[in-house]
């Protein structure tokens, strides 16, 4: 059975860091894009960032460059996300996802689209106060 769990979550100033950690089991995902994602109260699912399986290779959400770093350890099966300059619109349940085809040679546009990802992590929760 494949599980994804995040880890990491929790309420924070503005201006504030965490660093949200999303660990696989069950099966091996690095070969695979992975990402996050985000829901805000009464919003839809929002990108956030992805990462290639060639490491190197990472996209993001306007709302998240120059503030969130997306890294992953393959050895650890975990995928990461570093919140930095948290604000209060950051505030939602933050879902990683990875897709279950290898070395994918999907276009980096895609990587933001949450149907192309197979499978969800149950979520953990960043509170931002003002």
């Known amino acids: 059975q494949v599980q994804l769990v995040e880890s990491g979550g929790g309420l924070v100033q503005a201006g504030g860091s965490l660093r949200l950690s999303c660990t696989a089991s069950?099966?091996?995902?690095?070969?695979?894009?992975v990402g996050w994602f985000r829901q805000a109260p009464g919003k839809d699912r929002e990108f956030v960032a992805a990462?290639?399986?060639?490491?190197?290779?990472?996209y993001y959400a306007e709302s998240a460059k120059g503030r969130f770093t997306i890294s992953r350890d393959n050895a650890k099966n975990t995928l990461y996300l570093q919140l930095d300059g948290l604000k209060p619109e950051d505030t939602a349940v933050y879902y990683c996802?990875?897709?279950?085809?290898?070395?994918?040679?999907?276009?980096?546009?895609?990587?933001?689209?949450?149907?192309?990802?197979?499978?969800w992590g149950q979520g953990t929760q960043v509170t931002v106060s003002s």
């Open positions: 069950g099966r091996t995902f690095s070969s695979s894009i």
């Open positions: 996802a990875a897709d279950a085809r290898p070395y994918s040679r999907a276009a980096l546009s895609s990587w933001a689209r949450a149907d192309m990802y197979d499978y």
């Open positions: 990462i290639g399986w060639r490491a190197a290779s990472t």
